[in-house]
């Protein structure tokens, strides 16, 4: 896969993808030139929204938990030396979207934050379609 190529040039460890358009969900291996990397990825029955998250061999062998929210909403657990990540794919509804749906969006996200224990961090990298103005 292209993707895997270049986060290979650019040494990325981990990658969180958005409007995958990927239907289903999954896991599966990628090979660049000379990194693997682990795909895990959240969609659903039509190709629309979708989300993924791209670890690093052997980075993804530290993997704990995955978590598919829905297909705008993903988390993977990772636990690098002593401390343990929560890694979030995000894509919330955008511009467009009824503002229920928005809210609705965000009010998930916030209660699904809430529940993590303060010990473990959390990263969000996603397309959060914030508009300003």
Not at 60 to 84: F, G, P
Not at 97 to 107: A, C, G, L
Request: hydrophobic share 40%.
């Amino acid at each position: 896969i292209e993707i895997a190529e270049m986060l290979e040039r650019r040494r990325i460890d981990i990658c969180c993808l958005q409007e995958t358009r990927w239907k289903s969900n999954g896991v599966c291996h990628v090979n660049a030139d000379k990194e693997k990397y682990k795909l895990f990825w959240n969609g659903q029955k039509t190709a629309k929204n979708g989300v993924g998250i791209f670890v690093r061999e052997p980075l993804a062998q530290e993997v704990l938990d995955i978590k598919r929210i829905n297909s705008r909403l993903m988390w993977i657990k990772l636990r690098i030396e002593k401390q343990t990540m929560i890694i979030f794919s995000a894509y919330a509804p955008q511009t467009g979207e009824s503002e229920e749906m928005k809210n609705d969006s965000w009010t998930a996200f916030s209660d699904l934050i809430s529940t993590i224990p303060k010990s473990e961090t959390i990263l969000i990298g996603g397309d959060l379609n914030g508009h300003v103005g």
